[in-house]
């Protein structure tokens, strides 16, 4: 990967090529992650990445990898094409386009972790996006990398190049304001 | 002791369960050549990729600045008459 990164540096088109091959696979699983009501626009977002990349490869000393310089790159791009979006506040059961029954049945709350069926799960992955994506764009960049991936605040330093104590209080922040979403939402199918 | 109840751990717990997606390890066909060609297309000329992109932050700002003009003109509509100087033997002037 090294080597590439000399080449392109020099103005090698092959290299460069080589090079959008071996990231693409990393690039696009941000861009996905991070922008999923953008499915359709994410091969556009993947070559705004690159062509960042390219256009600042010069400044790339290391001594991080290249790829979780190249990582850097696509989150910040992501953050920029979130601060473009509407948020989507959710209030009541309408803001989610879901009845209230079926979230109550298919949501269990109690024992988080036991076995959930498949139908469940994706119900409830379908929730978390629509409640991220109420967040304010850093809100959403931060949960979803500590909650849903599961990274740590030190991972997400790396990969925002935000401090970790600016991460763990937005983490919270955001908990709070989610917690509070869905206690307001349980309410509302309690008879 | 038991744990309070979080609605929010629980979700995300259940959430995490949820089947990941397989993504794709190969960029589409002629993706790595088009963004290659791009990148030299803005390096060889890099002024006009400077004057190109001016040139629109440009455009949008002249047509926020019409748009707010007009919405202030169809508001403060000009008078129906205009004062007419009277001037001794030059009527109308």
Redesign the interface.
């Known amino acids: 990967m090294d080597n590439l990164v000399d080449l392109v540096k020099q103005g090698d088109?092959a290299a460069?090529?080589?090079l959008?091959?071996a990231l693409?696979?990393q690039v696009?699983?941000i861009v996905?992650k991070h922008l999923p009501t953008q499915r359709h626009e994410e091969?556009d977002v993947?070559?705004d990445i690159?062509?960042k990349m390219?256009?600042r490869i010069q400044q790339y000393r290391g001594p991080q990898p290249f790829p979780h310089w190249v990582s850097r790159i696509a989150v910040n791009t992501c953050l920029d094409r979130l601060r473009a979006q509407k948020l989507r506040p959710v209030r009541t059961f309408t803001d989610l386009g879901m009845d209230p029954t079926v979230y109550h049945d298919t949501?269990?709350?109690?024992d988080?972790?036991d076995d959930?069926p498949?139908s469940?799960?994706?119900l409830?992955?379908e929730?978390?996006e629509q409640?991220l994506a109420s967040l304010k764009p850093q809100e959403q960049i931060i949960l979803r990398m500590l909650?849903?991936e599961?990274k740590s605040v030190s991972e997400i330093s790396q990969l925002t190049g935000w401090g970790a104590s600016k991460i763990k209080v937005t983490a919270m922040r955001s908990?709070r304001k989610?917690?509070s979403t869905?206690?307001k939402l349980?309410m509302e199918t309690t008879p | 002791m038991k744990q309070p109840h979080d609605p929010w751990q629980a979700l995300i717990a259940q959430a995490r369960t949820a089947p990941m997606e397989a993504t794709e390890v190969t960029a589409p066909l002629g993706f790595a050549t088009r963004v290659v060609a791009q990148w030299k297309a803005a390096q060889e000329n890099p002024t006009f990729a400077f004057w190109q992109r001016w040139s629109l932050r440009g455009a949008c700002a002249a047509m926020m600045a019409y748009a707010l003009v007009a919405t202030w003109s169809a508001g403060n509509p000009a008078p129906e008459s205009i004062p007419v100087l009277d001037v001794p033997g030059m009527p109308g002037l």
């Open positions: 088109d460069a090529r080589q959008v091959a693409y696979g696009i699983s996905r091969e993947a070559q690159f062509l390219f256009t949501v269990s709350w109690s988080a972790g959930t498949a469940n799960s994706r409830s992955s929730l978390v409640l909650d849903l599961q908990r989610l917690t869905l206690q349980e």
